[in-house]
């Protein structure tokens, strides 16, 4: 077996095609077929079942596919850590967290990180929580920042970074900001806009609500805290949201309530894998982010 016959097989796994794993490979389709099977002919076993569907992968090729994964990133990791050995300032982090983490809490970390590793390249990606958690598991991401579901895979180290409260906002007109205390069965049946399942966010919200039997009318709801937001202030409904993602302006257009202290709060959490020995710049990056959320605690 090649390692290029792997990285095809793979590749067509993923994205579901022969066709696209040809694109994602800057390969032809007859080049990335030949791949498979060679596979195929070598381990004299059917690995792929292709219908007009598309492909599914067999319980051969499943096996195949664990090897292949774990193969691979071991290559992809000895790559790193070799080339972290010639030249450890000058490598690259990846950084894997969501849109709100990325604008509210990380500009200051970053900043000192940029400052002390002036020749080391940070991609910062941004995705949810379940695909962050996805691209730490297959070693895609060096560092995750995630909201931390119940349950993390044994494969993870983590540790929570700070507490983030949930508030209840307002449009500045709704019959509810004239209340002076307002409490969760008050919100019963109000039009509401919320952040989109399946976040761990929302289901903190919905776990929240559902705990003292309290149901609200969903009249929108988005993937995007920022329309979430400004639908809200525009009339639409009432909303949760995380208390990190008010800001200055939002705080002006909106009333915001707090929730009861019962009420579940988000533990933001940094991720990386267990068996991945973290490098220069990946350490340090951590280092800081340790040491300025524990100086916001204080």
Request: with cysteine.
């Amino acid at each position: 077996m090649e390692i290029r016959q792997l990285q095809s097989f793979r590749a067509v796994v993923r994205e579901g095609s022969f066709t696209a794993a040809a694109k994602k490979m800057h390969m032809t389709q007859p080049a990335v077929s030949l791949h498979i099977k060679a596979l195929e002919e070598e381990l004299k076993a059917r690995l792929l079942d292709r219908d007009g569907r598309g492909v599914r992968i067999t319980p051969a090729g499943q096996v195949l596919l664990e090897s292949a994964d774990a193969a691979l990133a071991s290559l992809q990791e000895a790559a790193r850590r070799i080339e972290e050995l010639q030249a450890p300032e000058r490598g690259t982090v990846v950084l894997a967290c969501g849109d709100t983490v990325a604008l509210t809490l990380l500009p200051p970390v970053l900043t000192r990180f940029r400052k002390t590793y002036p020749l080391a390249e940070l991609n910062v990606r941004n995705h949810g929580s379940k695909a962050i958690l996805e691209l730490i598991v297959n070693r895609e991401a060096d560092i995750g920042i995630v909201t931390r579901p119940p349950w993390i895979d044994p494969a993870l180290w983590s540790r929570t970074l700070l507490e983030d409260q949930l508030v209840l906002i307002l449009p500045k007109k709704h019959p509810l900001a004239e209340k002076k205390r307002l409490g969760l069965r008050d919100l019963q049946g109000e039009a509401a806009v919320m952040l989109a399942k399946p976040t761990e966010t929302r289901a903190l919200i919905d776990r929240g609500l559902r705990d003292v039997g309290v149901e609200l009318t969903l009249v929108m709801e988005s993937g995007n805290l920022e329309v979430v937001k400004t639908y809200t202030a525009s009339g639409l409904g009432l909303s949760i949201v995380p208390e990190m993602a008010l800001t200055p302006t939002d705080r002006r257009r909106l009333i915001i309530r707090p929730l009861p202290g019962s009420f579940p709060a988000r533990r933001i959490a940094v991720v990386r894998r267990k068996d991945r020995t973290p490098g220069l710049l990946t350490t340090g990056l951590l280092t800081l982010m340790a040491e300025h959320f524990t100086s916001q605690a204080d």
